[in-house]
T-cell receptor, first 118, second 114 residues
Framework: NAGVTQTPKFQVLKTGQSMTLQCAQD?????MSWYRQDPGMGLRLIHY???????DQGEVPNGYNVSRSTTEDFPLRLLSAAPSQTSVYFC?????????????????FGPGTRLTVL | AQKVTQAQTEISVVEKEDVTLDCVYE???????LFWYKQPPSGELVFLIR??????QNEISGRYSWNFQKSTSSFNFTITASQVVDSAVYFC???????????FGSGTKLNVKP
């Protein structure tokens, strides 16, 4: 298993440009999420999906779009990049758990994408 | 509202010292999960432990131990005999019954000096 993969690892954009951050997982997880990590603020949820065709907003959704056409892929789109979107972006995936979760079940994170908007 | 507070921004210790990282959480859910992740300088997030709200047993794994107390809404993490390789940012996180939303604390940066 490759786990959760993200591309690109680094990206520099100019203000106003658009781009898509790619995320894929090969663990057949129902849930996928996007987070951004800013200094001193931990990780904050941008958007999440509980299955193909179903997405919802997290804490900081403005300026980002997502779609989930397959179980494996969950791309994050920046429509018009702004300097405030300079951050490290993490994609994550997990099964849908409840009381059946085993002791090692958790949300698995990709390696991150470092985005700079000039 | 869900919230995780890690009041310690940065801690510095000398190798072999014990260190405790604090985590306080807020939730209205009756069933929830608590997590600790480690983020080394390389940047990836490494899962350390998950705790269920209905299981208050403390846990020990090698030099790591976790103290979960529902009465004080705390889930503290202790490293015994710290090592330089423990230097990292440590995040505490909270999720509800399903794992679709995680709420992270702001992290504690641990510096272990030789």
């Amino acid at each position: 298993n490759a786990g959760v993969t993200q591309t690109p690892k680094f990206q520099v954009l100019k203000t106003g440009q658009s781009m898509t951050l790619q995320c894929a997982q090969d663990m057949n997880h129902e849930y996928m999420s996007w987070y951004r990590q800013d200094p001193g603020m931990g990780l904050r949820l941008i958007h999440y999906s509980v299955g193909a065709g179903i997405t919802d907003q997290g804490e900081v959704p403005n300026g980002y779009n997502v779609s989930r056409s397959t179980t494996e892929d969950f791309p994050l789109r920046l429509l018009s990049a702004a300097p405030s979107q300079t951050s490290v972006y993490f994609c994550a995936s997990s099964y849908s758990f409840g009381f059946t979760a085993t002791s090692t079940d958790t949300q698995y994170f990709g390696p991150g994408t470092r985005l700079t908007v000039l | 509202a869900q919230k995780v507070t890690q009041a310690q921004t940065e801690i510095s210790v000398v190798e072999k010292e014990d260190v405790t990282l604090d985590c306080v959480y807020e939730t209205r859910d009756t069933t929830y999960y608590l997590f600790w992740y480690k983020q080394p300088p390389s940047g990836e997030l490494v899962f350390l432990i998950r705790r269920n709200s209905f299981d208050e047993q403390n846990e020990i794994s090698g030099r790591y131990s976790w103290n979960f107390q529902k009465s004080t809404s705390s889930f503290n993490f202790t490293i015994t005999a710290s090592q330089v390789v423990d230097s990292a940012v440590y995040f505490c996180a909270l999720s509800g019954y399903n794992f679709n939303k995680f709420y992270f604390g702001s992290g504690t940066k641990l510096n272990v000096k030789p």
